[in-house]
């Protein structure tokens, strides 16, 4: 019984790690973005000094097709007051700014500065930049343009080690979990942000009865993720760190609920060794990078 289990997910993980070539190209690309801004705000050529990845890049949670970089480019104590004095949305205009040096670097580029970020969209994966004010508590501000636009206090350190842990205490399957339910979202177009998945997932493994087992069990944690996922409609989690309050609001729940059908049905064929069967549902979830037919006498050696 479940001869294909353990194989089918790990090359399913194995599909999902970016190649050596994207790797490179992200970093060529988030390395210029954070040059090009220290020559303009600090006058040094420097790639890596006043900014730092977080996201995915810095969680070790990116997934291949690679998808956004986003990054915290911490701008001086004296652009800050510069915006105060402006009399419109203080944030937009600056996000603005931010935008227009980059563009002098990038002119071909399409960029737009809305929200919380500066999206640089180069052709091959977007930069997304968040300008940012160090703070002395060790958090950050960063601009919020919504509502006549405000800054928010963001800590995103707390928010990476809480992730870290959580993956270390459950014998480190949190984030090909995350990454696994990363392409789901995408696959079935689900309206639920990365970053809400993530903190669900850390939630919902610290719970898991299966938390420290392998991939052998990667049937039953998926299953029983969608069916937490489905529980959790119309709460709200908190940010580690700051406390932030996020309402998760219903608009996945219909998603959520197929996928733990499929998966149900998924995993009672994986019981009964009906490889493609299982395959097949796995697919309508994941999509064709976790495989359909996995060789049973492979399946049993590994």
Partial sequence: MWA???????????????????????ITKHLGVRQCLNRHYYNSNSYTEN????????????VRPPRDIDLYFVLPTNVYYQ?????????????????????????????RGDGQVVMVGFSSINVEVVPTFALNNGR???????NGGYYMETDPTTELTHISIVHSTTNNNLR????????????????????????IAAEFLRQSPWKLNDYFYYDWILRDFFAFLYSKANTTIYVPG???????????????ETAYYRAAK?????????????????QKIFGI??????????????
């Avoid at 289990?5 to 992200?26: C, E, H, M, P, V």
């Avoid at 950050?140 to 919504?146: G, P, V």
């Avoid at 700051?242 to 959520?256: C, K, N, P, Q, V």
């Avoid at 037919?293 to 399946?299: D, E, G, N, P, R």
């Fill in 4 to 26: 294909a289990a353990r194989s089918r997910f790990n090359n399913f993980y194995k599909n999902l790690i970016l190649t050596q070539d994207q790797i490179d190209d992200g």
């Fill in 83 to 111: 915006f105060q004095n402006y009399a419109g949305n203080k944030q937009s205009a600056l996000l603005q700014e931010v935008k227009n040096v980059l563009q002098r670097t990038y002119p071909t580029t399409i960029m």
């Fill in 51 to 62: 900014s730092f990845l977080i996201g995915s890049w810095a969680k070790n949670t990116r």
């Fill in 140 to 146: 950050y501000w960063i601009c919020n343009t919504h």
């Fill in 266 to 282: 998924a995993c009672e064929y994986e019981y009964n060794d009906w490889i493609e069967l299982a395959g097949e549902e796995w």
């Fill in 289 to 302: 990078q976790i495989p359909k037919t996995i060789q049973k006498m492979l399946a049993l050696a590994v």
């Fill in 242 to 256: 700051t406390y932030e309050s996020i309402f998760l609001g219903d608009l996945w729940m219909s998603r959520a």
């Fill in 176 to 199: 090909p979990i995350i990454k696994m339910l990363k392409i789901w979202q995408s696959h079935c177009n689900v309206p639920i942000k990365s970053f809400h998945i993530e903190l």
